[in-house]
């Protein structure tokens, strides 16, 4: 427990009722209003086992799970426009039968190469470190989102749903946490969502991910989210996020 009575660990959460959709959604405020940013190529330890920043790859080390078909089809789509000038590994993918594969367990991945996603390009490639796709995208005057996996354009938003026997859904929006990478992800040295160097944004993260977020959610949803978020902004003293929160705890 904290001196002002927050628990260590503690979010606070809104529950927004969406009856034309028999749908209850759920939004992690805390993370929503914190100041995360995402820190790719400015400090970034990585998910591996050990920081290592000097590596680039982020969250990228271990590829991307597609979240069904039109997932793949639209990344598949996406790669073959990119040219060799903007994936280092444009004509591995082309050996290899495309960049994406279906794993021993049944699972549509992104295809790993030299230890990490193939669509990561790796620091020194003459058209620059990072996702490929993230990058052709930009530089077309398109959304990264429309173009990446679902996974890698929506974290560190993590959407969960539940639907009870009676058919009503319960939506939940919320931060991506070690967990959510299944076992592995305990093994990782740094995650960025609960870690303090990540928070160091200008902006809230209702507002820095605003674009992904109206993706994630019904448009009327979105609107009363947002309203609520700004007017709790000049009324409420919002809690930290525990990132932040429990290091100040742990001097």
Not at 167 to 196: K, M, Y
């Amino acid at each position: 427990m904290t001196s002002n009575g927050v628990p260590e660990g503690a979010h606070e959460w809104v529950s927004l009722p969406d009856e034309e959709h028999n749908t209850t959604w759920l939004f992690d405020v805390t993370f929503l209003e914190s100041n995360w940013t995402c820190i790719y190529g400015r400090g970034c330890l990585g998910v591996l086992t050990g920081a290592a920043p000097e590596l680039e790859e982020g969250c990228c080390s271990y590829g991307a799970h597609m979240t069904g078909e039109d997932d793949r089809r639209r990344v598949e789509v996406a790669a073959a426009r990119l040219t060799a000038e903007e994936w280092q590994f444009k004509s591995m993918a082309q050996r290899r039968h495309g960049p994406v594969r279906v794993d021993k367990s049944g699972e549509i991945v992104t295809r790993l190469t030299d230890d990490a996603c193939i669509f990561l390009n790796r620091p020194g490639f003459a058209g620059g470190a990072g996702c490929a796709l993230h990058s052709a995208a930009i530089a077309r005057g398109e959304k990264p989102r429309h173009w990446k996996p679902d996974v890698c354009w929506q974290i560190p938003l993590h959407k969960q749903e539940e639907r009870v026997q009676s058919g009503h859904l319960t939506v939940t929006i919320r931060q991506w946490n070690r967990p959510d990478w299944g076992a592995g992800g305990q093994e990782f040295h740094w995650w960025c969502t609960q870690s303090p160097e990540a928070f160091v944004g200008t902006r809230p993260v209702y507002e820095e991910l605003r674009e992904e977020l109206i993706d994630m959610v019904e448009p009327a949803v979105h609107a009363e989210l947002e309203s609520y978020l700004h007017q709790r902004r000049s009324t409420v003293t919002a809690v930290p996020h525990p990132a932040l929160r429990d290091r100040s705890l742990r001097g």
